[in-house]
Nanobody, 122 residues
Framework: DVQLVESGGGSVQAGGSLRLSCAAS????????MGWFRQAPGKEREGVAG????????YYVDSVKGRFTITQDHAKNTLYLRLDSLTPEDSGVYTC????????????????WGRGTQDTVS
């Protein structure tokens, strides 16, 4: 069982940057996968960045490659997402998520969710 709490959302002009944080508590095993999802009004939720905790390896959806960076402070059980070169199309509710398993590299099967944080790019 994992509890997730996000922080760092806000408003920024196009071309600007944001940094999101996700603090995890409870059972945080090496076999957990973690990631960031986003959802814009009228659209389905999509995965944007994931992190293989065991291998300490990131993966991204094509639309954010080169602009977003996902990292983890393992000692603090905290996941970060840095968002650079933002455009209005990046706006939405960003949510931290986790799943238990030995395989990471996709955005399917996540079943632990944070509360979400609003990011607005104008």
């Amino acid at each position: 069982d994992v509890q997730l709490v996000e922080s760092g959302g806000g408003s920024v002009q196009a071309g600007g940057s944001l940094r999101l944080s996700c603090a995890a508590s409870g059972s945080t095993y090496e076999s957990y996968c973690m990631g960031w999802f986003r959802q814009a009004p009228g659209k389905e939720r999509e995965g944007v960045a994931g992190f293989d905790v065991g291998r300490r390896t990131p993966y991204y959806v094509d639309s954010v490659k080169g602009r977003f960076t996902i990292t983890q402070d393992h000692a603090k059980n905290t996941l970060y997402l840095r968002l650079d070169s933002l455009t209005p199309e990046d706006s939405g509710v960003y949510t931290c998520a986790a799943k238990r398993g030995s395989y990471c590299g996709s955005f399917t099967g996540f079943n632990y969710w944070g509360r979400g944080t609003q990011d607005t790019v104008s």
